[in-house]
């Protein structure tokens, strides 16, 4: 059973920057491609970002794209998010998520298996 936890949410001003972890549990990390999804009061959760297996490749969502930073430790079974230039809109829960398959669907929820309890960011103006 995979177990993902993550960490590193809290409140920030903007313009600032936050490092978000996920550590994961129970499985080899690096068969699973990792992603990071987010969710705003009233609104349904999104796709932020996602990095493969091998760390080879990452897509990003158009909102954060060149602000935000997907990387992966597999030795350490972590997964970051590096979160620059934040602006009160990042302000979300902020959820990590694996799966041993995504192909072309890596956008979608029900591409993830696993899911972490979420950890909150806010941005304040």
């Known amino acids: 059973q995979v177990q993902l936890a993550e960490s590193g949410g809290g409140l920030v001003q903007t313009g600032g920057s936050l490092r978000l972890s996920c550590a994961g549990s129970g499985v080899t990390f690096g068969t699973f491609h990792m992603g990071w999804f987010r969710q705003a009061p009233g609104k349904e959760r999104e796709f932020v970002a996602t990095?493969?297996?091998?760390?080879?490749?990452?897509y990003y969502s158009d909102s954060v794209k060149g602000r935000f930073t997907i990387s992966r430790d597999n030795a350490k079974s972590t997964v970051y998010l590096q979160m620059n230039s934040l602006k009160p809109e990042d302000t979300a829960v902020y959820y990590c998520?694996?799966?041993?398959?995504?192909?072309?669907?890596?956008?979608?929820?029900?591409?993830?298996?696993?899911w972490g309890q979420g950890t909150q960011v806010t941005v304040s103006s």
């Open positions: 990095i493969s297996k091998s760390a080879a490749t990452t």
């Open positions: 998520a694996a799966s041993p398959l995504v192909g072309p669907y890596y956008k979608r929820i029900a591409s993830y298996n696993y």
